[in-house]
């Protein structure tokens, strides 16, 4: 199934949600004209469509493969990855110090966005690697920063990241790598990690694994957890990166989707990952039989502030996985709607018709639409609150960058499962047969709602940390812009359609976050019972606002065309698509929201009426 970048809604993301003019004009950011944006976007639609989506049905049948310590990845990918390097993608949002073009956050997601619904199990490779690049510009001493981010940022090697064991999942204070000081400034690292994505791979000269571990006189939780940058190579006494570190992967998992992504088992210094001999380990540079090699990634202690660094940019990517699968899976969809024919109208009658005809399959339809939308303009709306924190050093836009970030992963990341599941029924039974492609999105979208810290743990981050943050401040200054918003839609047309709908949803969005953050002592367990209703609900309203202000513009846009139609601009139907698109969210999304205040605030009693026992009777 072939795949066409919706390059001209994105680009409508960009200039109306994100606000990239006004991104472009803050300090380091002036690169992002638009021509550069439109050049950005078309280029890399041609990698996503011509060289990545070829391989994603292949590289799921075949996977990864791992013989003798070393993954071997499908055909084709090696390839690929030569492409995405040479073109310079690797650094799109890099800072001009390590090599990269400085771009903005929301820009690279666009394109990542196009990698990953082309090819979601190649796209985490540059996932990985693109947080690794963030965590080391913020946290790593500038020696470290010489020598490993100039090539993660030219892409000639690629990032990990090192969390979860067996008994640290969610749980990452219960993690137990060790990490010994040497003597000469560096760490010795034991332990083992699971499930890390692109753990070995066959692409890259090199691997720059970033793993938390813990000290040997480190306080218990997350406090005493450490991170360090552990790379696959070292280099030989002649500067050469040809000795291996004592790290390997040693297990590959078998999953449900993403069959290209080697999810990896990995062994830190076991003794079975180094080259015997080496030189004799007596430098830095180590690697002695059964030892590996770690350099400490900020302060001791500062392990999970600075994977946080790292995790933050990953989640709102995570959540473009939603969206891009989404959009992947409504492509498919759409193209197979056209073309089935099924059955004469009903209550017309008369000759069979393309099933695209019928209300339900147009409902089914819409909904992915719908979805995908706000989905992206969430997501979009979030990176660009990162980029403006960091470029303007505004600690509103990081407040807000913070707040939407657990929303942004995990509600697009659910709409990407929940429009993926409908998309295979669009297709009824041959969506359910692999041939159609369709199954293979819903089986590699599941896993979004699960890494990156699963959604259930999003949305107690959400109303556990994010909602209190600053005294409520961020939750309250986003309210008051949406209210403000609604109030100013026309009182006439299509547009004022949008209005009680994103107000009623608005007002129990409120009334949710006064009673959630109102619980204190035993009444935390009815805020954590609430938690993912509510997270769901922000979803749906903040997803609903950013349709109503593109309905806006596109409104403009239309207007002003009609009055100068030679001027050019939008697509005319894309404009209107874009005002009907956000009436049909308000009118048969945005409900679900207000309905689900009754949820959110009913309390954890019933959940825990009945015990653990007689759950099973
Ligand atoms: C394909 C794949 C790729 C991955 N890639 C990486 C990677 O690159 N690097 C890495 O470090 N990890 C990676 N992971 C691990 C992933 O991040 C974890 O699986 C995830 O964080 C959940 O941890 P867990 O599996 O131990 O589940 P658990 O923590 O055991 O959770 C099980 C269930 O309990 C719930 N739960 C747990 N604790 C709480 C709580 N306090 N309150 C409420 N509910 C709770 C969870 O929400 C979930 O529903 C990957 C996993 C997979 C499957």
């Known amino acids: 199934m072939t795949y066409i970048a919706p390059i001209a809604e994105q680009r409508f993301v960009l200039d109306t949600i994100a606000d990239l003019p006004g991104l472009a004009r803050l300090p380091g950011f002036d690169a992002a004209t638009p021509d550069m944006v439109d050049a950005i976007l078309i280029e890399a639609a041609k990698l996503a469509q011509d060289v990545f989506a070829p391989l994603n049905a292949p590289g799921d049948k075949a996977g990864a493969t791992l013989a003798d310590d070393a993954v071997t990845l499908p055909g084709g990918f090696r390839d690929a990855y030569a492409r995405y390097v040479d073109g310079g993608w690797a650094g799109l949002g890099a800072r001009p110090a390590h090599g990269g073009q400085g771009l903005p956050f929301v820009l690279a997601s666009a394109v990542q966005e196009q990698l990953t619904s082309a090819n979601m199990a190649f796209s985490l490779c540059m996932m990985l690697s693109q947080g690794a690049i963030e965590a080391l510009q913020a946290h790593a001493s500038p020696e470290l920063q010489a020598t490993y981010l100039t090539r993660l940022v030219s892409g000639e090697w690629t990032g990990t990241m090192n969390l979860t064991e067996p008994q640290a999942g969610s749980d990452v204070g219960a993690l137990r790598t060790r990490a010994v000081p040497h003597a000469d400034g560096s760490y010795r690292i034991e332990g083992s ?53 004592d790290l390997r992967a040693v297990g590959l998992e078998h999953k449900l989707g993403i069959h290209a992504s080697p999810t990896c088992t990995m062994a830190f210094g076991d003794g079975g990952g180094s080259a015997a001999g080496g030189d004799g380990g007596t430098s830095a540079a180590g690697g002695e039989h059964g030892e590996c090699v770690g350099y400490l990634v900020g302060p001791e202690g500062g392990g999970m502030r600075a994977m946080f660094t790292m995790m933050n940019h990953a989640r709102i990517n995570v959540g473009l996985q939603g969206v891009a699968i989404a959009e992947r899976a409504y492509q498919g969809a759409l193209a197979f709607a056209r073309d089935r024919v099924q059955s004469a109208k009903f209550g017309v009658g008369g000759a069979p018709v393309a099933i695209i005809e019928h209300a339900d399959v147009r409902r089914m339809l819409m909904t992915i639409k719908a979805t995908t939308e706000a989905a992206r303009a969430l997501a979009y709306f979030t990176a660009a609150a990162v980029d403006r924190a960091h470029a303007a050093a505004d600690p509103a836009a990081a407040g807000r960058a913070d707040l939407l970030t657990p ?120 805020t954590a019972a609430g938690a993912t209703p509510y997270l769901r609900m922000f979803g749906i309203t903040v997803g609903g606002w950013l349709l109503a202000r593109q309905a806006v513009v596109a409104h403009e846009r239309l207007a002003r065309a009609s009055i100068a139609p030679a001027a050019g601009g939008d697509d005319p139907a894309f404009l209107r698509a874009k005002i009907v698109t956000a009436r049909f969210f308000a009118e048969q999304i945005v409900p679900q929201a207000t309905a689900l205040l009754g949820p959110v605030t009913r309390g954890a009693e019933l959940l825990f009426a009945i015990p653990p026992e007689a759950l099973a009777a």
Not at 198 to 204: K, Q, R
């Open 193 to 245: 990690k699971i499930y890390i994505t692109w753990g070995d791979h066959d692409c890259a000269a090199n691997i720059v694994h970033l793993v938390l571990a813990r000290l040997p006189d480190a306080p218990p939780g997350t406090k005493g957890i450490s991170l360090f940058l552990c790379p696959k190579l070292l280099p030989d006494g002649d500067g050469n990166w040809t000795r291996r570190n």
């Open 407 to 526: 929303v942004t992963k995990a509600w697009a990341t659910d709409s990407g499962v929940e429009m993926a599941n409908l998309a295979i029924q669009v297709f009824g039974g041959m969506g359910f047969v692999e041939e159609t492609g369709a199954a293979q999105h819903l089986r590699d979208a599941r896993i979004a709602p699960i890494y990156e810290g699963t959604n259930g743990i999003q949305a107690l981050d959400l109303v556990g940390r994010k909602l209190t943050a600053d005294g409520g401040a961020h939750w309250r200054a986003l309210f008051a812009e949406m209210r403000q918003d609604i109030r100013d839609l026309p009182p006439k047309g299509d547009l004022a359609t949008l209005k009680p709908y994103l107000d009623d949803a608005l007002a129990a969005l409120e009334s949710a976050t006064v009673w959630l953050t109102g619980n204190s002592g035993d009444r935390l367990t009815d």
